[in-house]
């Protein structure tokens, strides 16, 4: 994985579900914490208690994520030890709390979990959400740029979008990926000329070129579609294995008669064939 702007140690923010209703959800928000290396999850008052059996099912193997989960009686007591809580929410509310997008949530975050900050973020329940007064326990408020029209989210889609951004944030490009493809070199014009020979001799020996006052013109629609795709070398060689197959097809011995490489003109019916014709 791309290096990290700061420590491998810093801290990353506590998801905290306010009355969460099935064990289902819990499990699937674990797992979408485990993805982006957040690892602490606070549940206050679960409706259908816990442990549960079912989020562990649902966590598809994040079960360090289960195994550490804390449990409270209210949200108060959820958020006492930490120094900034986000509240997410979709709408708009009373009061004077800044708003922030996730991607400068993510970013608020990463910087004062590497100054040593404990921080936490605030997810309601998955009818309604969060309460005006629980909205009040938070220093910000988060709010994702859905579709007003539908703006309601899955409790595991809303933390798996900010546990996205806050692993985001810490990475030395934030459009790094953990794996790329691999590096091509550009073939050659004489590699790709030799393509177009190759390719250009065998569609002539098989009539492509009519009728052949247009030949010119055909050729040169074949290099233009062959050249604007701009080849790479193990690319132009692929393409020749291919034609190359091809070619080996004739008159002589047509498609479904045998194996691309046997090759009419070096079996012995076809050479009988042909002495036949010349006598």
Not at 16 to 26: D, K, R, S, Y
Not at 137 to 142: K, S, Y
Not at 197 to 223: C, H, I, Q, S
């Amino acid at each position: 994985m791309p290096a990290a702007k700061d420590p491998a140690n810093a801290i990353g923010p506590a998801i905290i579900l306010v009355e969460p209703q099935l064990g289902e959800n819990i499990g699937m928000v674990a797992r979408a914490m485990a993805n982006f290396g957040l690892s602490e999850l606070r549940l206050v008052n679960p409706r259908d208690g816990w442990p549960s059996e079912k989020a562990r099912a649902a966590a598809s193997r994040a079960d360090h994520v289960i195994d550490a989960t804390k449990v409270f009686d209210d949200l108060a007591s959820a958020v006492a030890d930490l120094n900034f809580v986000f509240a997410t929410t979709a709408r708009e509310r009373d009061g004077f709390k800044p708003v922030r997008g996730p991607v400068e949530a993510g970013r608020a975050l990463r910087a004062r979990g590497q100054a040593g900050l404990r921080t936490g973020i605030l997810f309601g329940r998955e009818r309604f959400g969060l309460y005006n007064d629980e909205v009040g326990l938070a220093d910000e408020i988060v709010t994702f740029p859905v579709d007003p029209s539908f703006s309601s989210l899955n409790i595991a889609q809303a933390v798996l979008l900010m546990s996205y951004e806050w692993m985001k944030s810490g990475l030395a490009e934030e459009t790094a990926t953990n794996f790329s493809g691999p590096e091509l070199v550009p073939a050659t014009k004489e590699q790709l000329h030799s393509l177009f020979t190759y390719l250009e001799g065998a569609l002539e020996a098989r009539g492509y070129f009519r009728p052949e006052e247009k030949k010119p013109k055909m050729v040169d629609n074949l290099r233009a579609v062959l050249t604007r795709a701009g080849f790479a070398e193990p690319e132009l060689k692929v393409l020749r294995g291919i034609i190359s197959s091809l070619d080996r097809f004739s008159p002589a011995m047509p498609r479904g008669d045998g194996s691309p490489g046997d090759d009419p003109r070096r079996l012995p019916a076809a050479r009988k064939r042909a002495a036949d014709k010349e006598s």
